[in-house]
C-alpha cells in the first residue's frame, strides 16, 4: 500500500529525491516517516512529519541536509536529500501510522504499522 520511488546512484556532494505513493488507500490522515536501513544494521529513523504537514522531525546525522514534505491532495511524501554523504547509502523505506486528530510525529519505526518495501539510494565518494 506504500510504494517509494526515485532511488538511484549519485555522487557525494550531490542531491536525490525520493517520493512515496500510496496504492488502495488514503494516508492523508497519517503521521509519515523515512526509514534507512543497511546490511546487519537496525532501520534508522531519518525525517517524520504530520499528517498536516505542520510538524517536522529530522535526526540529526541529516538535520540540515533532508527536507521532508507531504502532498496530501496527492497522497504523496517526499523527502529531498541534498549534500548526500557516502553514510546516507542505504535502503530507505516509507512508514505510516494513525495519528489525526493529533497533529503529531512519530520516531520509533515501533510506532508505524504500514511500511513500503524500500528503495535504494547509493552515495558514491
Known amino acids: 500500500q506504500l510504494v517509494e520511488f526515485g532511488g538511484g546512484a549519485v555522487q557525494a556532494g550531490g542531491s536525490l529525491r525520493i517520493s512515496c505513493a500510496t496504492s488502495?488507500?488514503?494516508?492523508?490522515?497519517?503521521?509519515m516517516g523515512w526509514f534507512r536501513q543497511t546490511p546487519g544494521e537496525e532501520r534508522e529513523f531519518v525525517a517524520a512529519i504530520s499528517w498536516s504537514g505542520s510538524k517536522t522531525n529530522y535526526s540529526e546525522s541529516v538535520n540540515g541536509r533532508f527536507t521532508i514534505s507531504r502532498d496530501n491532495p496527492n497522497d504523496a511524501v517526499h523527502l529531498q536529500m541534498n549534500a548526500l554523504k557516502p553514510e546516507d547509502t542505504a535502503v530507505y523505506y516509507c512508514a505510516a501510522s494513525a495519528s489525526r486528530p493529533r497533529d503529531v510525529t512519530f520516531l520509533s519505526p515501533y510506532e508505524y504499522p504500514y511500511w513500503g518495501q524500500g528503495t535504494q539510494v547509493t552515495v558514491s565518494s
Open positions: 488502495g488507500r488514503t494516508f492523508t490522515n497519517y503521521a
